[in-house]
Protein backbone atom coordinates (compact mmCIF):
# COMPACT_ATOMS: atom_id res chain seq x y z
CA UNK A 1 0.00 0.00 0.00
CA UNK A 2 1.83 3.37 -1.08
CA UNK A 3 -0.22 5.68 0.55
CA UNK A 4 0.40 9.77 -1.62
CA UNK A 5 3.00 9.62 -3.73
CA UNK A 6 4.49 12.73 -5.08
CA UNK A 7 6.26 13.25 -8.17
CA UNK A 8 8.73 14.36 -8.46
CA UNK A 9 10.84 14.49 -5.12
CA UNK A 10 12.70 17.79 -6.64
CA UNK A 11 12.75 20.42 -9.11
CA UNK A 12 14.37 23.70 -10.86
CA UNK A 13 12.74 25.65 -13.41
CA UNK A 14 13.53 29.15 -14.83
CA UNK A 15 10.84 31.69 -14.35
CA UNK A 16 7.99 30.85 -17.01
CA UNK A 17 8.32 27.25 -17.65
CA UNK A 18 5.32 25.38 -16.74
CA UNK A 19 5.66 21.84 -14.88
CA UNK A 20 2.88 19.73 -13.80
CA UNK A 21 3.42 18.44 -9.79
CA UNK A 22 1.92 14.56 -9.82
CA UNK A 23 -0.20 12.84 -6.92
CA UNK A 24 -1.68 9.61 -6.53
CA UNK A 25 -3.32 7.92 -3.58
CA UNK A 26 -4.11 4.32 -3.87
CA UNK A 27 -6.34 4.28 -0.72
CA UNK A 28 -10.08 5.23 -2.85
CA UNK A 29 -9.95 8.71 -0.68
CA UNK A 30 -12.48 10.87 -2.13
CA UNK A 31 -10.92 14.04 -0.93
CA UNK A 32 -7.41 15.09 -2.38
CA UNK A 33 -5.74 18.57 -1.54
CA UNK A 34 -2.60 20.54 -2.35
CA UNK A 35 -0.50 22.62 0.15
CA UNK A 36 2.75 24.54 0.12
CA UNK A 37 4.64 25.41 3.16
CA UNK A 38 6.95 28.06 2.90
CA UNK A 39 9.11 28.99 5.99
CA UNK A 40 7.18 30.84 8.67
CA UNK A 41 4.00 30.95 6.47
CA UNK A 42 3.21 26.91 7.86
CA UNK A 43 1.00 24.68 5.45
CA UNK A 44 -1.23 26.65 2.85
CA UNK A 45 -4.01 25.34 0.75
CA UNK A 46 -3.82 26.09 -2.92
CA UNK A 47 -6.80 23.84 -4.43
CA UNK A 48 -8.72 20.96 -3.45
CA UNK A 49 -11.00 18.15 -4.75
CA UNK A 50 -14.00 16.27 -2.68
CA UNK A 51 -14.35 14.02 -5.67
CA UNK A 52 -13.23 13.19 -9.18
CA UNK A 53 -14.60 15.74 -11.48
CA UNK A 54 -14.64 18.68 -8.28
CA UNK A 55 -12.58 21.41 -7.78
CA UNK A 56 -12.58 23.94 -5.93
CA UNK A 57 -9.91 26.96 -4.56
CA UNK A 58 -8.15 27.25 -1.42
CA UNK A 59 -6.48 29.81 0.23
CA UNK A 60 -3.46 30.08 -2.38
CA UNK A 61 -4.92 29.24 -5.45
CA UNK A 62 -2.86 32.16 -7.93
CA UNK A 63 -0.89 30.73 -10.06
CA UNK A 64 -2.05 26.94 -10.17
CA UNK A 65 -4.45 25.08 -12.28
CA UNK A 66 -5.44 21.28 -10.82
CA UNK A 67 -8.09 18.58 -12.35
CA UNK A 68 -9.52 15.53 -11.16
CA UNK A 69 -10.42 13.39 -14.02
CA UNK A 70 -10.11 9.76 -11.53
CA UNK A 71 -10.41 9.26 -7.96
CA UNK A 72 -6.46 8.30 -7.73
CA UNK A 73 -5.03 11.29 -9.05
CA UNK A 74 -4.98 15.16 -8.35
CA UNK A 75 -1.77 16.70 -10.57
CA UNK A 76 -1.17 20.60 -10.13
CA UNK A 77 0.05 23.02 -12.78
CA UNK A 78 2.17 25.88 -12.95
CA UNK A 79 1.22 27.46 -16.43
CA UNK A 80 4.54 29.74 -16.00
CA UNK A 81 6.06 29.73 -13.25
CA UNK A 82 7.20 32.53 -10.72
CA UNK A 83 10.22 32.82 -8.30
CA UNK A 84 7.04 33.41 -5.57
CA UNK A 85 6.46 29.54 -6.43
CA UNK A 86 9.94 28.75 -5.08
CA UNK A 87 8.26 25.85 -1.98
CA UNK A 88 7.64 22.85 -0.67
CA UNK A 89 4.49 21.50 -2.14
CA UNK A 90 2.25 19.09 -0.61
CA UNK A 91 -0.87 16.48 -1.75
CA UNK A 92 -2.52 15.33 1.26
CA UNK A 93 -5.89 12.73 0.62
CA UNK A 94 -8.51 12.13 3.52
CA UNK A 95 -11.73 9.44 3.12
CA UNK A 96 -14.23 12.06 2.71
CA UNK A 97 -12.38 15.35 3.81
CA UNK A 98 -13.60 15.70 7.60
CA UNK A 99 -11.41 17.46 10.22
CA UNK A 100 -11.91 13.99 11.79
CA UNK A 101 -10.30 12.07 9.64
CA UNK A 102 -6.59 12.00 8.90
CA UNK A 103 -5.09 13.51 6.03
CA UNK A 104 -2.45 11.53 4.65
CA UNK A 105 0.30 13.66 2.80
CA UNK A 106 2.95 12.73 0.29
CA UNK A 107 6.67 13.24 0.98
CA UNK A 108 6.55 16.61 -1.09
CA UNK A 109 8.16 18.26 -4.05
CA UNK A 110 10.64 20.63 -3.38
CA UNK A 111 10.73 23.12 -6.18
CA UNK A 112 13.30 25.83 -6.92
CA UNK A 113 11.99 28.76 -9.48
CA UNK A 114 15.50 30.50 -10.70
CA UNK B 1 -1.86 39.37 12.03
CA UNK B 2 -2.21 35.69 11.84
CA UNK B 3 -5.50 33.81 12.47
CA UNK B 4 -2.74 30.84 14.35
CA UNK B 5 0.37 31.29 15.76
CA UNK B 6 2.82 29.01 17.05
CA UNK B 7 6.89 29.80 18.23
CA UNK B 8 8.89 28.15 16.31
CA UNK B 9 11.14 27.54 18.23
CA UNK B 10 13.89 25.59 18.12
CA UNK B 11 12.86 24.04 21.08
CA UNK B 12 15.77 21.47 22.74
CA UNK B 13 14.98 19.09 25.32
CA UNK B 14 16.83 16.24 27.56
CA UNK B 15 15.98 12.78 26.78
CA UNK B 16 12.84 11.99 29.50
CA UNK B 17 11.77 15.71 29.77
CA UNK B 18 8.02 16.90 29.65
CA UNK B 19 7.64 18.94 26.53
CA UNK B 20 4.57 21.52 26.20
CA UNK B 21 3.79 22.66 22.57
CA UNK B 22 1.68 25.59 22.17
CA UNK B 23 -0.74 27.99 19.41
CA UNK B 24 -2.77 30.69 20.36
CA UNK B 25 -5.48 31.74 17.89
CA UNK B 26 -7.65 34.48 17.24
CA UNK B 27 -10.76 33.14 15.74
CA UNK B 28 -13.67 32.08 18.13
CA UNK B 29 -15.36 30.38 15.97
CA UNK B 30 -12.71 28.01 15.63
CA UNK B 31 -14.04 24.02 17.31
CA UNK B 32 -11.86 21.51 15.23
CA UNK B 33 -8.03 21.21 16.79
CA UNK B 34 -5.29 18.75 15.49
CA UNK B 35 -1.84 18.53 15.99
CA UNK B 36 0.38 17.15 13.66
CA UNK B 37 3.63 15.73 13.45
CA UNK B 38 6.45 16.09 10.38
CA UNK B 39 9.45 14.63 10.68
CA UNK B 40 12.13 16.22 8.63
CA UNK B 41 11.51 15.93 4.70
CA UNK B 42 8.65 13.91 5.12
CA UNK B 43 4.89 14.77 4.89
CA UNK B 44 3.38 15.74 8.36
CA UNK B 45 1.21 12.66 10.01
CA UNK B 46 -2.15 13.79 12.06
CA UNK B 47 -0.49 13.05 16.16
CA UNK B 48 -4.02 14.24 17.86
CA UNK B 49 -7.56 15.73 17.46
CA UNK B 50 -9.83 17.51 19.73
CA UNK B 51 -13.50 18.87 19.77
CA UNK B 52 -14.04 21.79 21.67
CA UNK B 53 -12.53 22.53 25.10
CA UNK B 54 -11.08 19.87 27.40
CA UNK B 55 -8.34 17.60 27.52
CA UNK B 56 -7.40 14.50 25.13
CA UNK B 57 -4.97 11.44 26.26
CA UNK B 58 -3.38 9.17 23.80
CA UNK B 59 -0.08 7.28 25.09
CA UNK B 60 2.42 9.68 26.00
CA UNK B 61 0.28 12.81 24.29
CA UNK B 62 -1.73 14.98 25.66
CA UNK B 63 -3.74 17.35 24.01
CA UNK B 64 -5.42 20.35 25.64
CA UNK B 65 -7.97 23.29 24.41
CA UNK B 66 -9.10 25.82 26.43
CA UNK B 67 -11.37 28.18 24.31
CA UNK B 68 -12.21 30.73 26.70
CA UNK B 69 -7.99 31.67 26.42
CA UNK B 70 -8.00 30.59 22.45
CA UNK B 71 -4.69 28.29 23.64
CA UNK B 72 -4.02 25.03 22.81
CA UNK B 73 -1.11 22.78 23.72
CA UNK B 74 0.47 19.04 23.50
CA UNK B 75 2.33 17.70 26.34
CA UNK B 76 4.52 15.06 25.57
CA UNK B 77 6.12 12.95 28.43
CA UNK B 78 8.80 10.91 28.87
CA UNK B 79 10.08 12.64 25.55
CA UNK B 80 12.29 10.54 23.44
CA UNK B 81 15.02 11.33 20.44
CA UNK B 82 11.92 9.56 18.31
CA UNK B 83 9.76 12.44 18.98
CA UNK B 84 12.41 14.91 17.62
CA UNK B 85 10.27 16.79 14.94
CA UNK B 86 8.42 19.23 13.53
CA UNK B 87 4.81 20.02 15.20
CA UNK B 88 2.39 21.44 13.41
CA UNK B 89 -1.08 22.56 15.11
CA UNK B 90 -4.17 23.06 12.67
CA UNK B 91 -7.67 23.79 13.17
CA UNK B 92 -11.10 24.66 11.56
CA UNK B 93 -14.48 26.37 12.15
CA UNK B 94 -16.32 23.72 10.46
CA UNK B 95 -16.14 19.43 10.76
CA UNK B 96 -15.51 19.62 6.84
CA UNK B 97 -11.79 19.99 5.08
CA UNK B 98 -13.75 21.61 2.38
CA UNK B 99 -14.10 24.91 5.07
CA UNK B 100 -10.49 26.47 6.16
CA UNK B 101 -7.90 24.41 8.12
CA UNK B 102 -5.38 26.86 9.13
CA UNK B 103 -1.98 25.67 10.47
CA UNK B 104 0.66 27.27 12.40
CA UNK B 105 3.81 27.76 11.44
CA UNK B 106 4.67 24.70 13.50
CA UNK B 107 6.99 23.75 16.47
CA UNK B 108 10.48 22.66 15.89
CA UNK B 109 11.71 20.54 18.62
CA UNK B 110 15.00 18.40 18.93
CA UNK B 111 15.04 15.63 22.34
CA UNK B 112 18.63 15.22 22.64
CA UNK B 113 19.86 11.92 23.90
Known amino acids: NAGVTQTPKFQVLKTGQSMTLQCAQDMNHEYMSWYRQDPGMGLRLIHY???????DQGEVPNGYNVSRSTTEDFPLRLLSAAPSQTSVYFC?????????????FGDGTRLSIL | QKEVEQDPGPLSVPEGAIVSLNCTYSNSAFQYFMWYRQYSRKGPELLMY????GNKEDGRFTAQVDKSSKYISLFIRDSQPSDSATYLCAMSARSSNTGKLIFGQGTTLQVKP
Open chain 2, 50 to 53: TYSS
Open chain 1, 92 to 104: ASSLQGTVNQPQH
Open chain 1, 49 to 55: SVGAGIT
